[in-house]
């Protein structure tokens, strides 16, 4: 049997899933069925590359802190990147303050009602968009993320791959014209719960599926090859070796200001490498940094080896915590810190790791 004859008829696939929708789905989530574009806007910032488990808190917090775009917009950097500590992908930070800084300035507040004025803005693409669009304004745009992709690659069968050109504009033209016209909003909700409740990534629910019947991939046992991705992620390992300088009560920290990862957040003194380098040797490079000076230092302790993976960067590395007898020339951009003001800087969750594991240890230095 061809898969043309297994498939449903495009015209079916909304009805049954807003049937679903309504009969089944209770998928409870905060911003569900929210219309004020300014908490749109928020939430799918902060779940691009988040799972809502992780990202429903902060959502919560940032409501509460900046209720409008206005408080986000006065708000200082370092007030709302500590906020976004944890999160990681920092540049959607950057993005959200400059986009909010704009709207509140420049469009006194009013977030645009136009699909194309908001792919214009800072951090928003054509799916955020489509969400900010359908959700607050009931324009017909459908969301296309990865809840979707899978849900019709699966249903329908098809095996372009979502992250090539050609499947991107595939997946998008359908989604387009299965999209239910008169409720795009409930409609783009809908799939999206039906992608992250029942047609899951791992061990989907194709028992109890509304499509069963006429989904191409649970047909032909095929589920767990679909979607396709055509793009291997190549992993860069790198060594961060962190000097955790402190001088009576006052501990060294920098900013990261090169375009790497973790910019503008907050660091100790680091020498990173590209394998692992033993103590002495970091010691050696430190000294000539003119970071440490022969007989006026004293190393405290070296910390086990910490590790993060990030999407496409392998972060290994430690700590070693060393007093100082003479405070270190301040010529490395360092800003001196009280441990008791360390809590008020967002740092990477890399330090963080460490930091939470002293603080268990019921002694921060």
């Not at 970091?282 to 302790?301: F, H, M, N």
């Not at 496409?312 to 009280?338: C, E, P, S, Y």
Request: charged share 25%; glycine share 4%.
């Amino acid at each position: 049997m061809r898969k043309s004859d297994l498939a449903l008829p495009k015209n079916k696939f909304a009805p049954l899933l807003l049937k679903w929708n309504k009969e089944k789905n209770n998928r409870q989530m905060p911003w569900k069925g929210e219309k004020d574009p300014y908490k749109i806007w928020l939430s799918e910032i902060i779940l691009q590359q988040t799972r809502v488990e992780q990202g429903l808190n902060y959502y919560n917090n940032f409501v509460k802190a900046f209720p409008d775009i206005h408080k986000l917009a006065k708000a200082s950097d370092e007030k709302v990147f500590k906020l976004w500590e944890g999160l990681g992908y920092y540049t959607r930070c950057r993005n959200l303050l400059a986009t909010a800084r704009f709207i509140s300035k420049e469009l006194k507040g009013k977030f645009p009602d136009d699909y194309e004025e908001l792919k214009s803005l800072k951090g928003i693409g054509p799916y955020t968009a489509a969400a900010i669009s359908s959700f607050a304004f009931n324009l017909p745009y459908a969301v296309v993320d990865g809840n979707v992709f899978r849900v019709l690659a699966r249903v329908f069968g098809i095996y372009t791959a979502t992250d090539s050109t050609e499947g991107k504009k595939l997946f998008t033209a359908l989604a387009d014209e299965l999209l239910d016209k008169k409720q795009p909003g409930l409609y783009n909700q809908a799939i999206m719960d039906f992608g992250a409740v029942i047609c899951k990534p791992a061990t989907p629910l194709c028992t109890i599926c509304i499509f069963k019947k006429n989904c191409v991939a649970f047909l032909t046992n095929k589920v767990n090859e679909l979607p396709v991705k055509e793009k291997k992620i190549t992993i860069r390992k790198r060594w961060f070796h962190y000097l955790v300088l402190e001088y009576k009560n006052e501990i060294a920290i920098q900013q990261r200001t090169a375009k790497d990862i973790w910019q503008d957040l907050y660091q100790f003194p680091l020498i990173e490498a590209n394998t692992e380098l033993a103590v002495i040797n970091i010691l050696q490079q430190a000294t000539k940094k003119k970071w440490l000076v022969k007989k006026d230092y004293e190393v405290a302790s070296v910390s086990p080896l910490f590790k993060q993976q990030l999407s496409h960067q392998l972060i290994a590395g430690q700590f070693i915590r060393i007093q100082l007898k003479r405070q270190a020339k301040d010529n490395n951009g360092w800003v001196w810190v009280t441990k008791s003001k360390m809590a008020k800087y967002a740092f990477p969750q890399f330090i963080n790791q460490y930091l939470k594991e002293k603080r268990v240890q019921q002694s921060l230095f």
